[in-house]
């Protein structure tokens, strides 16, 4: 839907930013019609990076598209194996051993901070302060490494299996998850009095790209974004799943609505994250990782489940058709950066185009999980 | 040697070498400098492969630039578009020829140098905002619209902190300019309390005004790389490109060359000890690797609190600087 130029006072333009553009951060067009510097309308024109994902499960078996999921959003992998593997198993009706549930959740809440701070780095940059991106890259090379030790991989991990994982995690790796909290707790508040409250940040984020609640709910923006704008809603809470329940967590929520709502927001989840796994890897029960007598090809009975987690961006959902083959009849995947970038045309709307990208930035896009 | 350059050809042949190469020296290493400087903040090894510690990358950058071909696309204004990277860079070489690197390393001397720099740094704003414009793309029209803005936004305050000087130094004449600071670092017009007790925050908003006038992060609205591609210069490639990044690097080394000698003294020590063209050198380098230490520090201020700072804070407080001055030189 675009305004009818007709409306609107003065001379308008078009602004094609993207697919190629600095502060899109990956293939995203905004098509801007542009009074000045003022945004009128801005039309987000997505499908660069379209790879048919839903389709693809309905022509593999269920292990085979387990590669698949984590290149959905690529940033925050391993949560959405998370949802993967639950919502099969929950389908299936495979128990998880309670240790594997405990490693999930300490791998899971290490990728979200990993992700956060691929987020903080270049939303940053998108203000125009180029260094804090190599110190956040920093941090998260600890987390990859961490990540590499147990999964071998370090972007794309597929680490879980039907039933578990498929590693255990030895005495190296929890010293190093303690070392990397301590190290982390430290680097967080280095960033808060080097970057949190510098001045012109303050000045570029306070009060720009306010999304009130109704805009949230309107579009089904969930996670930081919804949280920045005053709702309490995180699906560990509200549907938990796995030992969420057993740890003590608190959801930050932040009722300024604007970029710095979400900015906290974010910086506090990293914390909140740190906790979880603090008291996760305290908590850690021995015993097996993985269940027993899991097939090699599953054939889940005839149904459907959908299974909802909390990803790094927002609440990731999977609804699985099963109809008793070896292959998904149908799998939809609801993913949050699509529901996230949607109400960027409302919000945006008589925004500078310098503000609109504080705006674009806090939102956390990650393209291939819009397009999916 | 100083027979020969008493002869005026030969004098004017070896001083426009001398600035050219000044210039291009400047550009090529303060890039270099740049890149250091930045992976020293950001924890990084920076440009290590092209000769010992980096030191050839920029000969390498230069040829790669100078061997890149010079497009002009279509539908461009090709004179305009062809004429602005000169009339970027040309002024700023002007500019080069009045400034006094020591009591005797001066091109030109000439009794209106101060007046002559400050006119000659407006004309380059012209440049770029012809380039903006004729590249016929949008980003660049934002960026080249937004320079002109700024650039006049940010000359007022400049000039009026430029005028509160010459109230107290009497003079436009560079050279007269830094006799007059000869002595200890007491002498300088940076600590000539006596005469505006404010001549502190003077020299500061002079130097932030300088980085306005350079189109410096947090002040680089003109190539807001994350909001305009590379603003009013994205169509230019190769030496076209090149010379405005050369008059970038030119315009940081006039506008520091000008903190320097209009508050720090010129080639004056801080002590007294030994006066000359190193203690300018430092002076001057000093306040470049300030400047680059801003860039990679600050997130890049918004376009309207860029305008805000200069008509709100800037001209009230410069203005503000030349009365004091004025009553403070009347009693004296």
Redesign the interface.
Known sequence: MSVDATTIQGET?V?NMGPQ???THGVLRIKLTMD??YIMNAEPVIGYSHRMQEKMAENRTYSQYFANIGRIDYVGAMIYNFGYACAVERLAGIPVPERAEYIRVITSELNRIASHLLWFGPF????????P???AF?DREGILNLLESVSGARLTFSYFRFGGVCNDIDDDFVAGCRAFISRMRERLTLYRRLVTD?I??R??VEGIGVIPPEICRKYGATGPVLRGSGVAYDVRKDEPYSIYPLLDFDIPVFGECDSMARYRVRMEEMNQSLRMIEQALDKLPSGPFMAEKVPRILKPPKGDCYFNVEGARGSFGIRIVSDGTEIPYRLKLRTPCFANLSLFEEASRGM????S?ALLGSLDLCIPDVDR | MTELLSIEPIRMLVFLVGTILFVALNAAYLTLLERKE?SW????LGPTEVGPWGLLQPIADGIKLAGKQVIVPDGVDKILFVLSPIMVSVPVIMNLATIPFSDTLVARNIDLGLLMILSFTSFNVMGIMFGGWASRN??SV?SA?RVVAQNVAYEIPMFLIAISLVMVTHTFDLRETVLLQTGGFWNWNLFKLGVSPLMPAACLLFFVCLLAETNR??F?MME????L?AGAITEYSGMGFGLFFISEYANIVVGSCLVTILFLGGWNCPFGLYPGLHWFFVKMYGIIFVVIWI???????????LLNLSWKILIPLSLAHLLLTCVMVKIW
């Not at chain 1, 940053?124 to 260094?131: A, E, F, Y």
């Not at chain 1, 500078?352 to 503000?355: K, W």
């Open positions: 333009f602004v553009h600095p502060a000045g510097e940053i940059i998108d203000l125009g302060g180029l260094t991106l190599l110190y920093d510098n012109i940040f000045k570029r500078l185009l310098a503000d990208l | 930045s903040f950001q924890r990084r949008k980003y934002i619209a992060s947090p680089d807001a790389e994350s909001e591609i860039r990679w520090s600050f997130p890049r201020i918004q376009f309207y609190g």
